[in-house]
């Protein structure tokens, strides 16, 4: 069973930043890829940004040069850091294990997510 707890969240102006964590459990985490993923209000969830075990990295459209995911593996840990965000960024971000191939995750368990906020 993994569990993924995401934390950093908050409100935040636009033009703000802010650095999520999350923290996965599991002995497969070294060796898989990393996703982190957003959902607002009546939207579906979508991916922001992934990585994989080596440090490849991939991001949508909407956050590339704003967003940086990276991954500390001794901690079990996946970051994300958003830069120049902005209302539109609003949502519960959540993160999981990550299809690489599709873009889809591994697992249907999510964590509870952490909100993000951008309002002025």
């Known amino acids: 069973q993994v569990q993924m707890v995401e934390s950093g969240g908050g409100l935040v102006q636009p033009g703000g930043s802010l650095r999520l964590s999350c923290a996965a459990s599991g002995s497969m985490f070294r060796v898989s890829a990393m996703g982190w993923y957003r959902q607002a209000p009546g939207k579906q969830r979508e991916l922001v940004a992934g990585?994989?075990?080596?440090?490849?990295?991939h991001y949508a459209d909407s956050v590339k040069g704003r967003f940086t995911i990276s991954r500390d593996n001794a901690k079990n840990t996946v970051y994300l850091q958003m830069n120049s965000l902005k209302p539109e960024d609003t949502a519960v971000y959540y993160c999981?294990?990550?299809?690489w191939g599709n873009g889809r995750p591994l697992y249907d368990y999510w964590g509870q997510g952490t909100q993000v906020t951008v309002s002025s």
């Open positions: 999981n294990f990550l299809n």
């Open positions: 990585i994989t075990s080596a440090g490849t990295t």
